[in-house]
């Protein structure tokens, strides 16, 4: 069995800590994905990645940076929280070629 | 954006009843995906269609989608209580490597 995992479900943060959210995958995709899901916006694209180091702006990357070491492992940093970060983040993956992603359980994050 | 519209925001239905959602979307696609999400979790991927096709099914679940209308619609039938959950479309723009996903619909399937 495959998934997408993340570091923890629950996080709570205080304003101008900062943050590292890391997405783990062991099914070899190429293609990684960062998103935060918030009441009535749906999904929105944060950054992805499609290959080791590579990264690419996704519509809301403001406040956000990413970081690809090792093709299993995505991870999101925020290097200052705020208040309107407050979120459920989620992590996907799909194969190079193959747009159809799996997706971790998602971690919910709230800074105070 | 080229984000998706998901049509209505809840539904509310019978168990045994169909359950049909609806998806706009504003520019012109490779492809559309439908996602389910249980409250509180991750998304999993349910059914593809590619631009080039009209229909397509799996198990209880009946895709259609009409480019000229630029609109997708999901069809459950037979719902059960465990198909209780939030429904996404997604697209895949042309020239994009993406998703765009809609603000989902919320079904409630009562036992």
């Known amino acids: 069995d495959v998934k997408v995992t993340r570091s923890s479900r629950y996080l709570v943060k205080r304003t101008g800590e900062k943050v590292f959210l890391e997405c783990v995958q062991d099914?070899?995709?190429?293609?990684m994905f960062w998103y935060r899901q918030d009441p009535g916006l749906g999904l929105r694209l944060i950054y992805f990645?499609?290959?080791?180091?590579?990264?690419e702006k996704g519509d809301i990357p403001e406040g956000y940076s990413v970081s690809r070491e090792k093709k299993e492992r995505f991870s999101l940093i925020l290097e200052s929280a705020s208040t309107n970060q407050t979120s459920m983040y989620l992590c996907?993956?799909?194969?190079?070629?193959?747009?159809?992603?799996?997706f971790g359980p998602g971690t919910r994050l709230t800074v105070l | 954006s080229q984000q998706g519209e998901e049509d209505p925001q809840a539904l509310s239905i019978q168990e045994g009843e169909n359950a049909t959602m609806n998806c706009s979307y504003k520019?012109?696609?490779?492809?559309l995906q439908w996602y389910r999400q249980n409250s509180g979790r991750g998304l999993v991927h349910l059914i593809l269609?590619?631009?080039?096709?009209r229909e397509k099914h799996s198990g209880r679940l009946r895709v259609t989608l009409d480019t000229s209308k630029k609109s997708s619609s999901l069809l459950i039938t037979a719902s059960r209580a465990a198909d209780t959950a939030s429904y996404f479309c997604?697209?895949?723009?042309?020239?994009?490597?993406?998703?765009?996903f809609g603000t989902g619909t919320r079904l409630t399937v009562i036992p």
């Open positions: 099914m070899d995709h190429e293609n």
């Open positions: 997604a697209t895949e723009g042309t020239g994009a490597n993406n998703l765009f």
């Open positions: 990645s499609y290959d080791v180091k590579m990264k």
């Open positions: 520019t012109s696609i490779n492809n």
């Open positions: 996907a993956s799909s194969p190079w070629g193959n747009n159809e992603q799996f």
């Open positions: 269609i590619r631009s080039n096709e």
